[in-house]
């Protein structure tokens, strides 16, 4: 990538060393700008963001209105994908580590020469490499930098809480740190606190011995033992019931647990990252999120963007859905139109909500190309497929007329039914009959599939040719 793409921010009060650092980093091949303090430098940060990008911010300590550490506190709030470079006084030990620990990537001691400068920033550059991954999707200058951001991550053993919307893929960032650490040849265990009753979640997570309660037959592991050595991930931490979260903030601690019912402790060996797609600060307030738990878990926050800000992503994520559910072997495309109408999407289910629409796209191309009317979008309903793909098919339906307020039937429902009838049994074709798939992929909850298959049946239609599922 070349180096002019990047966008550094050199903060510095003397205005000698300030203009000196920026030709030397600008003459290297950077887009420098600079700010003379920190407050000055907050509404830059917020200016080349909006305009452009800022992948690096240099800062002194030392400066007058608003000092480093004051500056770093706010980029760590509001912006902590940015990674920050401290530049501290000759010998002061103090200064340095007191930067890291606020959360600085690294930190400079003054007098430092031109080269120990570009090494550092060449370190901590974004690696232009992220976005060949065949793992991941890294297109947006964003969703680059957290990924850069993620790869530093992962070599140190901070716990790392990630937050952003439910399905941006919080999970797939957890991964890939987990990947990129020392840990990655061991486990890397997953727990989604939401979908798990409370009742049964500490069981889950701390294991249990044989006769600890009703039905425990036998002693089982729980996710901490499981993820010994490697990475636990704590996804959606928020929805844990605050009982529990005094009982996971002493295993944090201690860096051991005691099974249900058992009376040895286990020591621990394990990286923790949490998500959420809460406010944390706020549940912390309102009396639902313990605020000691919190300072654990958030000790480098990671704030993940919805997909609608990561625009750049979209399509070489339906890309790569296409590749992960197209079931022939020629290659299936997505013409322009298609492109322009994923880019244009609010996508409140995110990354989710994109997989689902491909697949459903995957369904009705014709030809191994996906275009504009073959996304049957959920705010459109299940009647906004397009004519053409659908007005041809061969199965017979019974009639169903729909009755307007003169009397007459309407022609427009039945055919729109007809059509919804035939999404649902090419989609039931595709999947082997598999009716939780089918109604995952149709963007519908699997009561609402059984109700739309019993009337399909009332009016006639056969089932025997399909495969069953439930």
């Given at each position: 990538?070349?180096?002019?793409a990047?966008?550094i921010?050199?903060v510095?009060d003397?205005?000698?060393l ?13 887009h420098c ?16 963001l909006?305009k ?11 400066m ?26 000759y ?44 793992d ?11 990924f ?12 790392v ?15 890939y ?23 049964m979640?500490e ?25 010994n ?32 019912g ?45 997909l ?14 296409i ?14 139109s ?10 409140p ?12 796209a995957?369904?009705?191309q ?5 275009c ?5 979008y ?6 906004a ?16 007329p ?34 939780n ?16 298959i ?10 025997e040719t ?5």
């Amino acid at each position: 990538m070349n180096k002019q793409a990047y966008s550094i921010l050199v903060v510095e009060d003397d205005q000698a060393l300030r203009v000196a650092l920026t030709e030397t980093l600008s003459l290297s091949g950077y887009h420098c700008t600079h700010a003379e303090n920190g407050k000055q430098a907050l509404v830059r940060i917020e200016d080349l963001l909006i305009k452009e990008s800022l992948d690096l911010v240099i800062t002194d300590n030392h400066m007058p209105v608003m000092d480093g550490e004051t500056l770093l506190r706010h980029i760590q709030k509001k912006h902590p994908e940015i990674p920050v470079i401290m530049a501290t006084a000759y010998g002061s030990i103090d200064g340095a580590v007191n930067a890291m620990q606020l959360g600085a990537v690294d930190y400079l001691q003054k007098p430092f020469d031109v080269k120990t400068l570009l090494e550092k920033v060449a370190e901590l550059l974004p690696d232009a490499s992220i976005s060949q991954c065949d793992d991941i999707v890294a297109q947006d200058p964003y969703t680059k930098r957290i990924f850069s951001l993620a790869k530093r991550l992962a070599k140190s053993e901070a716990t790392v809480m990630v937050l952003g919307e439910s399905g941006t893929g919080k999970e797939v960032l957890a991964n890939y740190i987990h990947q990129h650490s020392h840990r990655s040849d061991c486990p890397f265990v997953a727990i989604n606190c939401a979908a798990i009753p409370d009742n049964m979640l500490e069981s889950i997570l701390f294991g249990y011995e044989k006769g600890a309660f009703t039905g425990a037959y036998q002693a089982k592991s729980g996710k901490f033992e499981q993820a010994n050595g490697g990475t636990l991930l704590l996804d959606e931490i928020s929805e844990m019931d605050i009982s529990l979260q005094a009982k996971l903030l002493r295993v944090l601690q201690e860096k051991e647990v005691e099974r249900i019912g058992g009376k040895a402790l286990i020591p621990l060996d394990v990286r923790v990252i949490a998500t959420s797609n809460r406010d944390l600060e706020q549940e912390v307030s309102q009396g639902r999120f313990r605020e000691d738990l919190y300072y654990r878990l958030n000790v480098f926050p990671i704030k993940w963007r919805p997909l609608r800000e990561r625009v750049l992503d979209i399509v070489p994520l339906a890309n790569l859905f296409i590749k992960k559910h197209q079931s022939g072997t020629a290659p299936i495309t997505l013409d322009e139109s298609a492109k322009a109408f994923l880019a244009k999407q609010a996508w409140p289910g995110n990354v989710r909500e994109l997989e689902n629409l491909i697949q459903r796209a995957i369904i009705l191309q014709q030809g191994n190309r996906i275009c504009r009317e073959d996304f049957v979008y959920e705010a459109d309903g299940l009647g906004a497929a397009s004519e053409s793909k659908l007005s041809d098919m061969d199965v017979a339906y019974p009639h169903e007329p729909v009755h307007g307020e003169d009397g007459r039937s309407s022609v427009l429902n039945s055919d729109l039914k007809k059509r919804e009838y035939q999404l649902i049994i090419d989609t039931l074709r595709s999947v082997s009959g598999h009716r939780n798939k089918t109604a995952e992929i149709l963007g519908i909850s699997p009561r609402t599939l059984r109700y739309k298959i019993a009337k399909m049946r009332e009016n006639g239609f056969s089932f025997e040719t399909l495969v069953e599922a439930s």
